[in-house]
Each structure stands twice: as C-alpha cells, then as structure tokens.
C-alpha cells in the first residue's frame, strides 16, 4: 500500500523544523550571547585606552541601545555593531562550499551576522539625520562558532578562512581593535569645489539653522582600495 502522501509531507516538515528551524534558533541565541562578549570588550578596550588619554576632547565612550545594538565614540568617529536578528546561508555558488568544512556538513554554512558601520560622530551628536556612514565589516558566525570576516582594509584581509578560524574572546578582542584603528584612519575627505558651487534657498537656510552640509565620512568619495570584497 502506498505511503500516504500527508504523512509524508508530514514528515518532512518536522524534518525541517527540528533540524533548519531548530538549527537557525541555536545560531540566534549563540550570536546573541557572541554579541555580549563584543560589548564585554569593548567596554574594556575603551576603559584601558582611557587610562592612557586626559585630553577631555577625545571622545571614548559607548551607548548601548539594547540587545542588538551598541555606539561606541571613538575620537571624531562612531562605530555602530549592529546584530542581524536573521540567520542566513551562503549562496550555492559561493567557493567555500568546495572546502571540506562546508562540504562535509551543509549546516556549517548558516551563519548569523554582526554588522559595523562607520559614522562621524558628529552626525549623531548633532542630530544630522542626512549624514551617511559605511559598512566597513561584516563578521559571520556559524553553529560551531567557526567564522569569518567580510571588510575593509585589515578587517577583512585576516579573517577570511573560516573553517580554519574559530571565534574566542581574544580574536573578539583583537577584532575590536582593528576595527577601531581602521575608522581612525579613514579620514574625512575635502570634496571638489563644484560638489557644493550650488545650493538652493531651501538648502541655504537648512545650512544656517544646521550649521552644516550633508556630510558623510568620505563626502560621497569610494576610493578604489575600500572597493575590495571576500565574496
């Protein structure tokens, strides 16, 4: 007698559910607790740099904004870890999968995401709702806490093995360190002289009651060496 098709439709479903839904639920606890350790040390680094600095203008500090999201100020610039509240999985055509980790166990390719953007610290300060900021960093975390790191400059030139890389509080803590000395030195730019020549009157009293013009770290500029992508 054949299988009725429910029943087995049936079973696939708690198929999927005990192992994709049961899976992508361990990822999202594992990151939320990943992300705690990355307040942890940030809150360290900030505290230790302290020590060493007694001009008040310089800004060390952090805002944490609940369990997904932390600002931490540092000099003109703000950092932004944000936790992606999503799990997802590498695309198929994506070369890790021909690496022996991934190809040995499809679960190793879920991973949820820690996102950093780069603002000036003006912008939120001030309250400048049309600044911009950049990605500068993704971290990608999976089931067994394997990771990796998609970036800018150093951030995500020495990340980029993940089956290889397995993430402990001190790579957390060297991370944050490259990711704080990398917005330092990604200075803000002069634009050409024609990028503001023109301004309407609307715009001009915005300036006046702003005091300021639209800006973001590189005042719209994409330098050729931050274009460089893992995949």
């Known amino acids: 007698m054949a299988k009725d098709p429910l029943e087995a439709n049936r079973a696939q479903l708690l198929k999927l559910l005990l192992d994709k839904s049961a899976l992508k639920q361990d990822i999202a606890d594992d990151c939320e607790k990943v992300f705690d350790s990355f307040k942890e040390k940030i809150k360290i680094e900030l505290d230790t740099l302290q020590k060493s600095i007694t001009d008040p203008r310089i800004r060390l500090n952090f805002v944490d904004k609940g369990k997904f999201e932390i600002h931490v100020f540092i000099g003109s610039d703000v950092l932004v870890f944000n936790l992606h509240q999503n799990v997802f999985r590498l695309p198929d055509n994506n070369p890790l999968w021909g690496t022996n980790y991934f190809s040995k166990n499809e679960n190793n390719g879920y991973f949820g995401i820690i996102n950093v953007y780069n603002f000036l610290a003006e912008s939120f300060l001030q309250n400048r709702m049309d600044d911009r900021g950049y990605l500068i960093g993704r971290i990608f975390i999976n089931h067994e806490r394997h990771f990796m790191i998609e970036g800018k400059g150093a951030i995500g030139a020495h990340f980029r093995d993940p089956q290889h890389l397995l993430l402990n509080d001190q790579l957390i803590g060297v991370i944050v360190q490259m990711v704080f000395a ?34 973001a770290k590189r005042l719209g500029f994409k330098m050729s060496a931050d274009d460089n992508e893992i995949f």
Do not use: N, R
């Not at 330092?184 to 309407?200: A, R, T």
């Open 182 to 215: 990398y917005a330092l030195q990604f200075d803000l730019y002069i634009p050409p002289f024609e990028y503001y020549s023109e301004v309407s009157v609307a715009q001009i009293q915005y300036i006046g009651e702003t005091l300021k013009l639209q800006t």
